[in-house]
């Protein structure tokens, strides 16, 4: 009959297990002792040991003793279903290897378990004077202290599957987050650590680099951790090169020693836009949770592949925002410019008693290379018509060198040539090599009925009196193509009531879908055919008559023309 | 981004101030472990844990830290945290932490409400 006050007493000294309290650096000890002292205590015996079962070939564990008592560290069964004593039944304590191992030898042996699962086993020796232990107490208890650890068990397991369903739901989260919160970060920088550190976090990793492509090689961005190379490619052989270039995964299990010194697994994604391999996001040291370095699982491999999805989204997003910022940034720049070179040609026609004039100026892009200006003196009106090979940017920054330079010998009343031998000299000296201008530079003197002109390489001039379109030829090299070349007025007669055109071959070199061009000859007979219209009637037809050519086709050249006729 | 933790304590009676500097995986949460046992071993029932400058957290450090805010609950005492990325608020709210322990957003917060004189 089992006594209740002896129960009672040892609930009491098993009271720390059932609490759970038992946390210290090695709770299964603490455990352990904790049986060890009731059971040697509730049954007078003069030690013992508790052994615990561990799922490897050795079987049971030895994980507590007391003082007096000599025990093998390892057994491996059998152990008596049953509380056993020497007294009841000698054979079935002999059956179990440890009674005798035991010095002195355990009498009494007490297995712990749950339904069909051992959890371990205490063997206890008793003193020699002593009787038969209180078998139904011993079996109480033992059923207790099992119930105990199984609970125990049960409530670890619990905990471990709480902790590892929130991880996985963590992780989902996770995913969901990265591609949130990476999609809104345009700045390679931020989006960079950013990945680094959701790749470190997702896989519990102690090392992070990411590559990104540069021609045929992927060179390091970004590392958390120290790495060895600039590029992945000194860190791996040409194979596996070619196999991460392919989209490939690789993987290294052990010793991989590879992009980060000493680490031992390593697993290395591609990251794939639909420009091909963009980067690679490696990870190395798969933290575990009982401590040190384990290989990444399939499931490692699955989480870091479907974050390197996002990650290639992210990193195209961002290089189209840094390619869009660039293009607004240029385009700033470029209405700048094109502000500064509209200021640089006329606003409005100047009013000079005696000059009928008009203009056509049409630049081709949003900054253009012809140019063209008036100039008044002592009644003579002086026109410039200019083209600057080539377009854009460089085109106009000439302009604005030719411009500075053409006002200032205008306004010093010079002769035409020496001007045209002025600017020859300072546009090839400040000039790159391949740059030229061809102009026109006219003075109209309306009193003695006079042109005079220089013509260096451009197209020649029309002035249209009697019904024909007499061309004032050119006699010169474009300007800043060779240093040594000189200028000299040409003169021509000028009546009253003639009409000046002056115009670039963005004009006549128009061209239509057919890759025709608008011509000279066209537009020789347009001027003879239109002489007697006022010249801003002449300028429209003209600029109609181009655009109607092209029949929709996009402008090629800058469009520049000036028209002067002179009143009797 | 700092690759070792370092963790520097400012005691004040029976609370203490931990401010953990880089990556809290195995290694930074033992060491935050470490430095949690000694002020409880200690006799400090207040613990606030400031991670201004820490980005990064693994599950394995978060398994450590719960181990830290369980006993802590043992003895009675009570764990906070402050100052946490939105990342890592949101990976303590979704990993339980926050059940257990309270969060405020800055340190002086939490010194208005917490027994740290």
Redesign the interface.
Known sequence: MLSAEKFNHFLRDVEALGRG?L?GENPLTSQAEVILSAFVRHTGAAGGAVYMHRDTPAGYQLVVKSDLITAPDTFDGPVPLDVVDRSIDDSAVILCPLSAAMTPHADTLVPIRQSKEHFGLIALARHREEGVPDLELLRAASNYVGALISNQRMATEVKEG??QL??R??EL??LY?IGL?IASTLNLEQLS?EI??RT??LL???SAALFLRRDKRFFLHRA??EVRNEFLDDEINADQSARIAAGEVLQFDSGADCIFPGCHSLIAIPIQSERGVIGVLAAADR???E?GIGPFTQNDVRLLSQFGTQVAIALENSRLHREALSKQEMQRELEVAATIQRDILPRSLPQIPGFELATISRPARQLGGDYHAFFERDGVLSICVADVAGKSVPAAILVSAFHAAIQLLMDEGRDLGEIATELNRHIHKWSAENKFITLVLASIDREAGIVRYVNAGHNPPYLVFDGKAHALQSHGLPIGLMARSRYSVQTARFPAGALLAVYSDGISEAENPDDDEFGSERLQQMLVDHDAAPCPAIAERIAQAVEDFAAGLSQKDDQTMILVRTQA | ?T?ELRVTVDRRGNGAVLYTRG?I???GGEEIANRAYELMDDGVTTLLLNLRET??????GI?IL?EII??MM?RGGKIAFCCLTP?IQ??FQ???LAQFSTIYPDEDTAKCELPLA
């Open positions: 309290a946390r709480e902790f929130k991880y739901l963590w989260e996770s987050d919160s650590d680094l550190i470190l976090s519990n990793t102690r958390f951790g933290e575990l949770r401590g | 981004m690759e990556y995986n195995n290694v980005k990064i957290v693994n599950s394995i398994s719960i369980e006993k043992e990342v949101k990976t979704i990993m339980g």
